[in-house]
């Protein structure tokens, strides 16, 4: 360590990073590749008066998440692809409840239980639609170890902000990557804590929200009463399925996103503005991408990188006006084709959308992005 530097590891950073962002609560199960954000949790946490528990599954893990959030600290849990998977149905809950928390998906071949040591980027559109129902999500993907630093922080701020749970999704190859980061404790303004009740407690109903959809939370201690259900609820937290209620419920929830999008969003481009080629990609995948647009632009093919930081929501607006003016665009990604479903959606009409899938435990290397793109404008 020199100078604030240290070599970390990209699960290392993301414990490091929540943390700094005030992750008091920490409940999981071990499993590859994820495996080492419980260890240096069971590290740090004690440290700065903590709580880590081993739960007995990645169910419980959830559900213990949940409940600390609600009993007013910052948590998180983190897993891989299976763990995910079982995860979903207390991710539901805390969606209706509006706990907000963390989750992080280190991404591994599947499906079941796959190839444990190796990366993948198969659980892009788990994370999206994993649970069931309508529901609203943001999903965050860094791709250096730094941004895992960076973006773990983030999560935090957005899901006490927003009132959601947020997922940070990066695969085995950014977890196990080793990397120099500057870990200084963030800016004030990047450490975001919830907004408590303060009406009389008579007057507060615990999902009452005014213009930004987002209602205040009963302080544990201080008086309040509040129901909690994963029903559909009124403001006063009770079951109803009246549909007017429900509607207005729901209508809520998803506006929450729309509403914030300038909050939520952000976006990496590079070299995009003159664009014959548009290369979209997100984590390890966008490192090889941008080595492409590199060698691509070196040989006088006008390439540039758009990669979605905020997986979801996904940047629409951002993109299309950035789409406008290419030829082609091209999707690399470790899979058999998920965010390639939804540039198709979004693309341009006449713009040709190319897919490039590698789902063998491999990355996909710069090599291939070069060749691919070089097809496509000719």
Not at 103 to 124: A, E, F, H, I, K
Request: glycine letters at 8%.
């Amino acid at each position: 360590m020199t100078d604030g530097l240290r070599n970390l590891q990209g699960n290392a950073a993301c414990a490091l990073g929540a943390i700094a962002a005030g992750c008091r609560f920490y409940a999981g199960y071990p499993i590859t590749p994820s495996s080492e954000i419980a260890e240096w949790m069971a590290a740090e946490l004690p440290r700065v008066e903590g709580v880590f528990i081993q739960m007995e599954d990645e169910i419980a893990s959830m559900a213990a998440v949940v409940g600390a959030s609600l009993g007013g600290m910052k948590a998180m849990t983190a897993t891989s692809g299976p763990g995910f998977s079982l995860k979903q149905e207390n991710l539901g809950y805390a969606i209706m409840v509006e706990a907000p928390c963390v989750v992080v998906d280190v991404m591994r071949g599947g499906p079941s239980t796959g190839m444990p040591t190796r990366p993948s980027q198969g659980d892009l559109m788990q994370a999206r639609w994993g649970t069931h129902g309508d529901h609203p999500i943001v999903v965050l993907a860094p791709h250096t170890v730094a941004e895992i630093y960076t973006e773990t922080i983030r999560a935090f701020a957005l899901a006490e902000r927003l009132r959601l749970p947020v997922v940070l999704l990066y695969d085995e190859t950014l977890g196990h990557l080793v990397e120099t980061v500057a870990t200084e404790p963030p800016p004030p303004e990047a450490v975001v804590e919830r907004r408590w009740a303060e009406v009389p407690r008579e007057a507060y109903r615990p999902y009452a929200a005014g213009e930004d959809l987002i209602p205040a939370m009963a302080r544990p201690g201080d008086g309040y009463r509040a129901h909690t259900t994963g029903l559909t609820h009124d403001e006063r937290g009770f079951p109803t399925q009246e549909p007017a209620q429900v509607a207005a419920l729901l209508d809520r929830l998803l506006g929450k996103l729309d509403r914030h999008r300038p909050l939520i969003e952000r976006v990496e481009t590079v070299e995009a503005a003159d664009a014959d080629v548009l290369i979209v990609a997100v984590g390890i995948t966008a490192r090889a991408a941008r080595a492409a647009v590199r060698e691509l632009r070196r040989t006088g093919v006008k390439a540039g990188l758009f990669r979605p930081v905020t997986l979801w929501p996904f940047p629409e607006g951002r993109f299309r006006r950035q789409a406008e003016s290419a030829r082609a665009i091209l999707v690399p990604e470790m899979n058999a084709g998920q965010l390639v479903l939804e540039i198709e959606r979004l693309a341009p009409d006449g713009v040709r959308v190319r897919g490039l899938p590698r789902y063998d435990g491999e990355p996909v290397a710069p090599d291939a992005i070069v060749a691919a793109a070089r097809e496509l404008v000719g």
